[in-house]
């Protein structure tokens, strides 16, 4: 009986561990070799931007939390205009993502790829890229991106 326990317990602690990972820790997505497009059908590449630090947020417009989410990022795109393009991304079809068009301050782009397919399973996930388009930060699940702790987090990871 005892043995039983014990291998349930540690059964059900592997699951805990990879349920956790997979939805509360970002992946390593590869952006570099993810193709954008605009609601007008213009491509971009995250080379597109030049060399400014840029903020990703993968989001779907039926999610609650990026919803909500969606206001700060946008709020925290124009306060950091100077250093940072701010891209807001789904997989979704553009008619799905039509209310997301009204925040100003961020591209909205459509992924060629399915979240899945680059790794993605919990949204609003969030990245920033430094200007060597490496990923230095990332964050799973919804965030006040313009409370000024995170405005200051931004501005730190400027250095790296």
Known sequence: MKKTQLILGALCFLVAIFLYQKYRIAPDVRFEKLQLEDINGKSYTLDSF???????????????????????????????EDDYVFLVVSDEDWKLTQRFLKHKGFHLLQMNKSREEIGVHTIPTSYVLNKDKEVIYNNVGEKEWDDPENIALLKSLLNE
């Open 50 to 80: 030049g060399d400014k630090h840029i903020f990703i947020n993968i989001y779907a417009s039926w999610c609650g939390p990026c919803i909500k989410e969606m206001p700060s990022v946008s709020r925290a795109a124009k306060i950091m």
